[in-house]
């Protein structure tokens, strides 16, 4: 999936267990006095979200969300498991201690490790969701055994008759010491990417016998070519390299089995047969792991676009993956704003004029922009990669050829992103960071509409634009694919917003609203987003690396005509865009040369751009934005609760109703779902 994480992501106790998440006060969508903050800890925010007009869609619509919502959930524990190999093993653990510890749940000690627990579910695991570093306990070995120790065996995952003591020993190490496992994802190639990796997508390999193993699968040759290694785990068996696929009845079949019976249950009463027919062939993929049946499916799925509520589901984000090919377990369920939906329309109805006047040399252009389909929804259940933290805009298919054949779906996630707005009003970021007195009253005016915009033109035109030139491997980008693919799709929006194009097509009332989207990129780009990021670490996440290599690029090509200055006052630092038509064109020649990469799977290149561009912070001006940004007492990153749906049915059983109730209780909701949809084994 091309999955968005915006600059809006950018916002810039002690609980007692109940083990339900439910709010006691449900308070209806709409209103103002609806309180979307729901839990603050160490550098996160957890938002609850919206389901607006829910009570106005149709039973069989209602029962449909319901139903992909359930799948939605079933998968949480694949995700997990995918981000390391031991987090189930840690989970379970947490799970067991906060259910059960019968010590001192006053004492500073215990605080400390509900932020730890906190921060853990937040991140599906022990690494951090955006720098890919281990969290290391703000307590001691010591400590942890204590907790362990006070509290019920039959609370905790201990294998056939370990004992707590055993459960310690194993833990110990993987938690607390910080050079094992220190990464769950190395982008680096000054390490083998593979072995230097904690993600559990390969065991006991080398990116060298991995990378030879792939090419001998390939053809390339094959116009169709399915996505190599997309659901399965690479291990050695016998000496030999081999796959452990994702299937029912193999890894993760127990997790699989219940998405599939739920998926079941909704193509009963999916919307349209079209729909009914695109979820046999994902519950066929999901049975047999076959991955031209995923093809088969995706090329269906991306083809039915008229239904009012639609889904994600699937192995589909390669992220995490530090060769861009194996993809964690996510699910979206979703329907449609009808009323936002009609400037994505104008968008996609004038998809072939902006492929055919891009910048991108001719022979890498689109000749016909085919089905491109884009909506704003809202979403009614974030599942596996998505939660938490979720995406503001998706654009899928992945797989080139199909885009070109079938077309593609790209979204925006309208209530996820009106979450964030409204949770971020005054929080004195444009403030402290904008330049001047003119910028901050531009951001004002016209800041969430540019955001919207740059979603829709990432997403819609961006990701589905371009082409690879005959006999190029998808895959020939590796670890620097998935970072050179959100830039390309953000260098699009950016070319484009600033286009008389968009004002004559009535999607903005003047340029000033591109200017205010070129303010916000290039800030971000090279100033604020890098308060996400510890002192001495370097941008690991792609998302980042894209931001930081297209304005670091631009401001480097733009020095001779001061196209964008580095400005000193106070001691701090602020960005000045002084010509806005030049930053313009580099834009458009910095698209060209990506996608040019892109199309000709120059790896070199790519990594260069990456490296030289999207990695490293500058020390003194790091230090800055972190002094800064701690005075106005935000968190970088923004999470989600989901809502809790339950069907309400008459005396035989009959679902009449899907009532919706509001979650306010962060650790509550993790625990309720360790509870429900807990299917694997600790380790797999």
């Known amino acids: 999936m091309k999955k968005c994480l915006t600059i809006a992501t950018v916002t810039i106790m002690y609980i007692v267990m109940t083990g339900s998440c439910r709010s006691s006060i449900k308070e209806a969508p709409g209103s103002s006095d609806f309180n979307y903050q729901v839990d603050r800890f160490e550098d996160i925010r957890v938002l609850k979200y919206q389901l607006p007009d829910f009570n106005s869609l149709s039973l069989k619509e209602k029962e449909f969300i319901y139903y992909l919502s359930e799948a939605a959930l079933c998968g949480r524990d694949i995700q997990w498991d995918q981000n390391f190999k031991y987090n189930l093993l840690v989970r379970k653990t947490i799970e067991g201690i906060l259910s059960t510890y019968k010590g001192d749940k006053n004492s500073e000690e215990y605080k400390t490790f509900i932020t730890y627990a906190k921060v853990v579910f937040f991140a599906n695991g022990i690494h951090h969701h955006y720098s890919n570093d281990k969290f290391i306990p703000g307590f001691s070995s010591e400590y942890f055994a204590s907790l362990v120790n006070g509290s019920d065996d039959s609370s905790l995952p201990l294998a056939e008759g370990e004992k707590k003591s055993g459960l310690i020993e194993k833990l110990t190490p993987i938690l607390f010491d910080n050079k094992l496992y220190a990464k769950k994802v190395n982008g680096s190639d000054s390490e083998d990417i593979i072995t230097s990796s904690a993600v559990n997508f390969y065991e006991g390999v080398t990116k060298k016998e991995v990378t030879d193993y792939y090419a001998s699968l390939g053809d390339p040759s094959d116009p169709t070519p399915v996505s190599w290694g997309l659901n399965t785990k690479v291990v050695k068996q016998g000496g030999k390299v081999t796959e452990i696929p994702y299937h029912s009845g193999g890894m993760y079949g127990p997790a699989i089995d219940k998405i599939v019976y739920w998926l079941d249950k909704a193509r009963q009463v999916a919307m349209s047969e079209a729909q009914a027919k695109a979820l046999g062939l994902l519950i066929e993929y999901y049975k047999t792991g076959n991955l031209k049946t995923w093809d088969e499916y995706n090329v269906l799925w991306a083809g039915d676009t008229e239904d009012?509520?639609?889904?994600?589901?699937?192995?589909?984000?390669?992220?995490?993956?530090?060769?861009?090919?194996?993809?964690?377990?996510?699910?979206?369920?979703?329907?449609?704003?009808?009323?936002?939906?009609?400037?994505?329309?104008?968008?996609?109805?004038?998809?072939?004029?902006?492929?055919?006047?891009?910048?991108?040399?001719?022979?890498?252009?689109?000749?016909?922009?085919?089905?491109?389909?884009?909506?704003?929804?809202?979403?009614?259940?974030?599942?596996?990669?998505?939660?938490?933290?979720?995406?503001?805009?998706?654009?899928?298919?992945?797989?080139?050829?199909?885009?070109?054949?079938?077309?593609?779906?790209?979204?925006?996630?309208?209530?996820?992103?009106?979450?964030?707005?409204?949770?971020?009003?005054?929080?004195?970021?444009?403030?402290?960071?904008?330049?001047?007195?003119?910028?901050?009253?531009?951001?004002?005016?016209?800041?969430?509409?540019?955001?919207?915009?740059?979603?829709?033109?990432?997403?819609?035109?961006?990701?589905?634009?371009?082409?690879?030139?005959?006999?190029?491997?998808?895959?020939?980008?590796?670890?620097?694919?998935?970072?050179?693919?959100?830039?390309?799709?953000?260098?699009?929006?950016?070319?484009?917003?600033?286009?008389?194009?968009?004002?004559?097509?009535?999607?903005?009332?003047?340029?000033?609203?591109?200017?205010?989207?070129?303010?916000?990129?290039?800030?971000?780009?090279?100033?604020?987003?890098?308060?996400?990021?510890?002192?001495?670490?370097?941008?690991?996440?792609?998302?980042?690396?894209?931001?930081?290599?297209?304005?670091?690029?631009?401001?480097?090509?733009?020095?001779?005509?001061?196209?964008?200055?580095l400005v000193k006052r106070d001691n701090k630092t602020f960005i000045k865009i002084n010509d806005y038509q030049k930053l313009r064109k580099l834009f458009g020649t910095l698209l060209s040369e990506i996608q040019r990469i892109k199309s000709e799977g120059d790896y070199e290149a790519g990594k260069a751009l990456i490296e030289n561009y999207g990695v490293k912070i500058d020390p003194a001006l790091h230090n800055e934005m972190l002094e800064r940004y701690s005075r106005l007492n935000l968190a970088p990153y923004t999470g989600f609760v989901n809502p809790v749906l339950t069907p309400v049915t008459d005396g035989n059983g009959t679902i009449t109703d899907i009532k919706v109730d509001y979650c306010s209780d962060y650790l509550g909701q993790m625990m309720e779902y360790g509870k429900k949809y807990a299917f694997l084994p600790v380790i797999n």
């Open 308 to 565: 009012p509520v639609d889904y994600i589901n699937g192995f589909i984000e390669t992220y995490n993956d530090p060769l861009g090919m194996k993809a964690n377990w996510e699910s979206i369920v979703e329907y449609r704003d009808i009323e936002a939906t009609k400037r994505t329309a104008i968008i996609t109805a004038n998809a072939q004029w902006f492929e055919d006047n891009s910048p991108v040399n001719p022979a890498y252009r689109k000749e016909k922009v085919t089905g491109i389909a884009a909506s704003v929804i809202n979403v009614a259940m974030l599942g596996g990669d998505s939660y938490p933290a979720s995406p503001l805009g998706v654009n899928l298919p992945n797989a080139d050829w199909i885009r070109e054949k079938a077309g593609s779906k790209s979204v925006s996630l309208a209530n996820i992103t009106n979450a964030i707005d409204i949770a971020s009003q005054g929080s004195g970021m444009l403030e402290e960071f904008a330049y001047d007195q003119q910028e901050i009253d531009r951001a004002k005016k016209y800041a969430s509409l540019a955001s919207a915009l740059h979603t829709d033109f990432h997403e819609c035109i961006g990701h589905a634009s371009g082409k690879l030139a005959k006999g190029t491997d998808p895959n020939a980008l590796q670890n620097y694919g998935s970072a050179l693919e959100e830039a390309r799709a953000d260098l699009f929006a950016l070319y484009y917003l600033l286009d008389k194009k968009i004002v004559s097509l009535g999607l903005v009332p003047s340029e000033e609203v591109g200017k205010a989207e070129y303010d916000n990129f290039i800030r971000n780009g090279l100033l604020t987003q890098i308060v996400r990021i510890k002192p001495g670490k370097n941008i690991e996440q792609a998302h980042m690396r894209d931001r930081a290599a297209i304005a670091h690029w631009v401001y480097e090509k733009g020095k001779d005509e001061n196209v964008i200055e």
